[in-house]
Nanobody, 116 residues
Framework: QVQLVESGGGLVQAGGSLRLSCAAS????????MGWFRQAPGKEREFVAR????????GYADSVKGRFTISRDNVKSALYLQMNNLKPEDTAVYYC?????????WGQGTQVTVSS
């Protein structure tokens, strides 16, 4: 089992940037396709971005395409999300997890708040 700890969230003005990090325990992190997900108040958790195990393939939700970039460092067992040109509708708790039908236990997430 892999344990996940997200960090890097905060309060930012619209148009600003944040870089989220996800630290994963366990030596098998590099075996898994990973993703970022978010949940806004009163809404279901949604997909944001995915990256394959080697970091050579990525995918994004239409709402963040061109603004967010997902990356990973398998040596450090870390996953990242660079978020640029943030919008108020990006406000949510952001989570990292395995990208697929079977997920790891969800972490606490990191809060991102974008003010207009």
């Amino acid at each position: 089992q892999v344990q996940l700890v997200e960090s890097g969230g905060g309060l930012v003005q619209a148009g600003g940037s944040l870089r989220l990090s996800c630290a994963a325990s366990g030596r098998t992190f590099s075996s898994y396709n990973m993703g970022w997900f978010r949940q806004a108040p009163g809404k279901e958790r949604e997909f944001v971005a995915r990256i394959n195990w080697s970091g050579t393939s990525t995918g994004y939700a239409d709402s963040v395409k061109g603004r967010f970039t997902i990356s990973r460092d398998n040596v450090k067992s870390a996953l990242y999300l660079q978020m640029n040109n943030l919008k108020p509708e990006d406000t949510a708790v952001y989570y990292c997890n395995r990208d697929g039908p079977v997920t790891f236990t969800w972490g606490q997430g990191t809060q991102v708040t974008v003010s207009s």
